[in-house]
């Protein structure tokens, strides 16, 4: 509950305001589904959030014993971290048009962090947008 007070939530929907982005996007975020924070918030957290208990008991018999039964641990590197194509993002499929735009010499291989990754995605979303026009 503490976290909603936090000034993380005005910057992060300030980025995704269609008439500061120019783009007609419609953004959602699951945990703000007020379906969703309601369940959350009636959850008493002992003992449904120690050791990630509500997870573990919704997902048996859906992951193996040994995932469900593992310690939590911290991530070895950022999720994004590696190169470009770990990160899911298809290449570049109208690179003719796309280089009309975009110095493609000037992309990354591994995956940037902050605004620079926002400019990868940009790109990625401009090439999917030009092969389809």
């Not at 783009?23 to 449904?48: G, T």
């Not at 997870?55 to 190169?83: D, F, N, S």
């Given at each position: ?14 980025t995704f305001d269609d008439e500061e982005t120019l783009a007609p996007l419609l953004w959602r975020h699951p945990y703000l589904d007020l379906r969703v924070l309601e369940f959350l918030l009636s959850v008493p957290p002992v003992p449904w959030a120690r050791r990630k ?81």
């Amino acid at each position: 509950m503490a976290s909603f007070s936090e000034s993380i939530w005005p910057a992060l929907f300030s980025t995704f305001d269609d008439e500061e982005t120019l783009a007609p996007l419609l953004w959602r975020h699951p945990y703000l589904d007020l379906r969703v924070l309601e369940f959350l918030l009636s959850v008493p957290p002992v003992p449904w959030a120690r050791r990630k208990l509500l997870m573990r008991e919704a997902m048996r018999g859906q992951l193996p014993q040994p995932v469900l039964a593992r310690r939590k641990t911290p991530l070895a590197a950022a999720p994004a971290a590696g190169p470009v194509v770990a990160l899911g993002l298809p290449e570049l499929s109208s690179k003719a048009l796309l280089a009309r735009y975009v110095d493609l010499r000037a992309l990354p291989t591994q995956v940037p962090t902050g605004p620079a990754f926002d400019r990868l995605i940009a790109v990625h979303a401009l090439d999917h947008w030009l092969a389809r026009a």
